[in-house]
């Protein structure tokens, strides 16, 4: 399980991103992290997996506190998680299966045939067969995601945390990706927290939803409770309306 | 790396330092962030077997990828410097017995060194920024992070290692092609014979020049890298970023080239 706790943060010029944010992500499920651009949803992303550490606050991962881990036990919890950048992040220097297998070959004692033959089958399971001796150059929008899908879901993850994953994609790969969300959590049990805009997304893939706004939890619930919740921000977010308590900048430039 | 930074700003506002100020605190902080990188790499040497792929192809990167530059380097430099000794040695006589020795001693403690260094912090160093750069804005180094690969032992260690190994290897390289050069001009323009060349060598000179000159080469292949790396993690912004990160890179490892031969000159022949 993972817990937020009270996690604050602040940017350069005092800029405050996160003002408290609690959260609880339950094993197993899918929790989608929703809300508008620049409200904190990718910079809390970036805690749960350490790059970023908190003003304030905690981030506890099966009880541990991720910020005050030795760097050794840190790398031991990074290995139990796999995080899809939202533009892939996929070494540029090294093949499509290079990127794939950069983390067994790191961390695992397997062979290069049963590494070769690990990244074939997690290359089916994102629906890319054949595609191995690419060059991450060669790849579009959508392969770049599924390849770091892939990639993070290499070393068998617990915890697989997805960055905007269908910004940019076109509908049919953007119901693919969710399709693959979905599989994954339920075939393997992956506790899966996935930042997105997309609203259709989100009441495809989540079982539960967190909205972020002003740097704090607005809402909380399943993808059914938010469908049907009163709250004149969420609503006025999910439905996407111009006029409501939302607007459009705020007064700390957020 | 970020708290130091984050601290320096924090200082910098504190005590309302100027622009001034705060490039001299920024100085020190970059001196501790490189300083903690060449730490890490020093520990890293026990991942030297496990790494070796990577460290390959660095050494092929700053080594065999340079030498058509450092021939072409070279050459030209141990002919000046022939054609610049005998026109000094004109007022002494003749520049048969002092040829071989002037030039040979200033290519190998100064020139060969020195010149392999600049071009190599201009192709390797830069490039390093580059790469390394381009990796940070595109958050590769986050995702080398959250796959629980050290970047520093990743990226820095082998390019460190590769610059360490490789400078001197090239600089005695650079050596003996810029001797040749000059060993040819003396030979075709001022009537030296190879082998009163060589004698004015094995007499004038002294293992102190060579060790001297290899003891640069290493010095600079290693900040070079060093300053490569820092530059390349510290980057900043998109692709202007790197092309910022690029430049300071080569400029940081040339005013370093310059600072290291006189301390090393400095110690080793005064």
Same mark, same amino acid.
């Given at each position: 399980?993972?817990?937020?706790?009270?996690?604050?943060?602040?940017?350069?010029?005092?800029?405050?991103?996160?003002?408290?944010?609690?959260?609880?992500?339950?094993?197993?499920?899918?929790?989608?992290?929703?809300?508008?651009?620049?409200?904190?949803?990718?910079?809390?992303?970036?805690?749960?997996?350490?790059?970023?550490?908190?003003?304030?606050?905690?981030?506890?991962?099966?009880?541990?506190?991720?910020?005050?881990?030795?760097?050794?036990?840190?790398?031991?919890?990074?290995?139990?998680?796999?995080?899809?950048?939202?533009?892939?992040?996929?070494?540029?220097?090294?093949?499509?299966?290079?990127?794939?297998?950069?983390?067994?070959?790191?961390?695992?004692?397997?062979?290069?045939?049963?590494?070769?033959?690990?990244?074939?089958?997690?290359?089916?399971?994102?629906?890319?067969?054949?595609?191995?001796?690419?060059?991450?150059?060669?790849?579009?929008?959508?392969?770049?995601?599924?390849?770091?899908?892939?990639?993070?879901?290499?070393?068998?993850?617990?915890?697989?945390?997805?960055?905007?994953?269908?910004?940019?994609?076109?509908?049919?790969?953007?119901?693919?990706?969710?399709?693959?969300?979905?599989?994954?959590?339920?075939?393997?049990?992956?506790?899966?927290?996935?930042?997105?805009?997309?609203?259709?997304?989100?009441?495809?893939?989540?079982?539960?939803?967190?909205?972020?706004?002003?740097?704090?939890?607005?809402?909380?619930?399943?993808?059914?409770?938010?469908?049907?919740?009163?709250?004149?921000?969420?609503?006025?977010?999910?439905?996407?309306?111009?006029?409501?308590?939302?607007?459009?900048?705020?007064?700390?430039?957020? | 790396?970020?708290?130091?930074?984050?601290?320096?700003?924090?200082?910098?506002?504190?005590?309302?330092?100027?622009?001034?100020?705060?490039?001299?605190?920024?100085?020190?902080?970059?001196?501790?962030?490189?300083?903690?990188?060449?730490?890490?790499?020093?520990?890293? *040497?026990?991942?030297?077997?496990?790494?070796?792929?990577?460290?390959?192809?660095?050494?092929?990167?700053?080594?065999?990828?340079?030498?058509?530059? *450092?021939?072409?380097?070279?050459?030209?430099?141990?002919?000046?410097?022939?054609?610049?000794?005998?026109?000094?040695?004109e007022d002494f006589g003749s520049p048969t017995q002092f040829l071989g020795s002037s030039t040979t001693r200033a290519i190998t403690i100064e020139l060969g060194?020195?010149?392999?260094?600049?071009?190599?912090?201009?192709?390797?160093?830069?490039?390093?920024?580059?790469?390394?750069?381009?990796?940070? *804005?595109?958050?590769?180094?986050?995702?080398?992070?959250?796959?629980?690969?050290?970047?520093?032992?990743?990226?820095?260690?082998?390019?460190?290692?590769?610059?360490?190994?490789?400078?001197?290897?090239?600089?005695?390289?650079?050596?003996?092609?810029?001797?040749?050069?000059?060993?040819?001009?003396?030979?075709?323009?001022?009537?030296?014979?190879?082998?009163?060349?060589?004698?004015?060598?094995?007499?004038?000179?002294?293992?102190?020049?060579?060790?001297?000159?290899?003891?640069?080469?290493?010095?600079?292949?290693?900040?070079?890298?060093?300053?490569?790396?820092?530059?390349?993690?510290?980057?900043?912004?998109?692709?202007?970023?790197?092309?910022?990160?690029?430049?300071?890179?080569?400029?940081?490892?040339?005013?370093?080239?310059?600072?290291?031969?006189?301390? *090393?000159?400095?110690?080793?022949?005064?």
């Amino acid at each position: 399980m993972i817990e937020i706790i009270d996690l604050h943060k602040n940017f350069r010029n005092n800029k405050k991103v996160l003002d408290g944010v609690n959260l609880i992500i339950e094993p197993g499920k899918t929790t989608t992290i929703v809300g508008r651009s620049g409200c904190g949803k990718s910079v809390l992303l970036k805690h749960i997996v350490a790059l970023l550490r908190p003003d304030r606050g905690k981030v506890l991962i099966e009880g541990e506190n991720i910020s005050e881990m030795t760097s050794q036990g840190l790398f031991e919890t990074r290995k139990k998680m796999g995080l899809v950048f939202q533009n892939g992040a996929l070494f540029d220097s090294l093949t499509v299966e290079e990127n794939i297998g950069l983390g067994l070959r790191e961390h695992t004692t397997m062979s290069d045939e049963e590494i070769s033959s690990k990244v074939s089958r997690l290359l089916d399971m994102v629906g890319l067969p054949n595609i191995e001796k690419y060059k991450t150059s060669e790849l579009s929008g959508g392969m770049r995601k599924r390849v770091s899908l892939a990639r993070a879901l290499a070393m068998d993850p617990e915890y697989v945390l997805y960055d905007e994953p269908t910004t940019g994609l076109d509908p049919i790969m953007s119901a693919i990706i969710d399709e693959l969300i979905v599989r994954l959590a339920t075939e393997l049990k992956i506790t899966s927290i996935v930042v997105t805009h997309d609203m259709k997304s989100v009441y495809k893939i989540s079982d539960r939803v967190a909205m972020l706004h002003y740097g704090k939890v607005q809402f909380y619930g399943t993808a059914e409770e938010l469908r049907h919740t009163n709250d004149p921000v969420v609503r006025q977010f999910i439905e996407g309306n111009v006029d409501g308590p939302i607007k459009p900048i705020h007064k700390d430039g957020r | 790396m970020g708290l130091l930074r984050r601290f320096v700003i924090a200082v910098s506002e504190f005590l309302l330092l100027d622009k001034f100020g705060r490039n001299v605190l920024n100085f020190f902080v970059g001196m501790g962030e490189s300083s903690m990188i060449l730490y890490s790499t020093a520990k890293n *040497v026990r991942y030297v077997h496990k790494d070796r792929r990577l460290i390959l192809e660095q050494m092929v990167i700053v080594g065999i990828n340079s030498i058509p530059l *450092v021939v072409i380097t070279s050459i030209f430099t141990g002919m000046v410097s022939a054609v610049q000794a005998g026109y000094q040695l004109e007022d002494f006589g003749s520049p048969t017995q002092f040829l071989g020795s002037s030039t040979t001693r200033a290519i190998t403690i100064e020139l060969g060194p020195v010149l392999t260094g600049l071009v190599i912090a201009g192709r390797f160093g830069a490039s390093i920024a580059a790469e390394i750069g381009t990796m940070r *804005v595109t958050e590769q180094i986050d995702a080398l992070e959250t796959m629980a690969i050290d970047p520093i032992r990743y990226l820095a260690t082998p390019r460190i290692f590769a610059g360490i190994v490789m400078m001197p290897l090239l600089t005695i390289f650079a050596d003996a092609i810029a001797i040749s050069g000059s060993m040819f001009i003396g030979y075709t323009t001022m009537d030296v014979a190879p082998q009163a060349f060589l004698a004015s060598v094995q007499r004038f000179m002294v293992l102190r020049d060579l060790v001297s000159g290899l003891l640069k080469a290493l010095l600079f292949g290693a900040s070079t890298a060093l300053i490569g790396c820092y530059v390349g993690f510290s980057t900043e912004g998109g692709a202007e970023g790197v092309g910022v990160a690029t430049i300071k890179a080569f400029v940081l490892s040339s005013a370093a080239i310059l600072v290291n031969d006189y301390i *090393v000159a400095a110690v080793l022949l005064t």
